[in-house]
């Protein structure tokens, strides 16, 4: 995910160059939306503050539904050293 000060670029997929989302301010009182993915982009959306904050509201309702993402692991060296002797 990238910051700087004109806005906020999220890496969308499962894979790195899936595609990409764009947040930016436009015109100071507009939180532009735009999504590219697979070469093509899609027309960029300007969403008032009322429906960026509808948005905030319904990523909160959506995100706790996922799936959660599967832990790998933590390898504990004490086993591999204790395996060794």
């Known amino acids: 995910m990238g910051n700087s000060d004109r ?7 499962q894979r790195e160059g899936d595609g990409r989302l764009s947040l930016s301010i436009f015109a100071g009182d507009l939180l532009a939306l735009a999504v590219e993915g697979q070469g093509e982009r899609a027309s960029t959306l ?15 309702e959506l995100l706790p539904l996922l799936e959660p993402e599967p832990v790998e692991p933590a390898h504990d060296h004490r086993q591999t050293a204790d395996a060794r002797r």
């Open 7 to 13: 806005g906020i670029e999220i890496a969308t997929g």
């Open 46 to 60: 300007l969403l008032t503050r009322e429906q960026a904050v509808r948005l905030q509201q319904a990523l909160g």
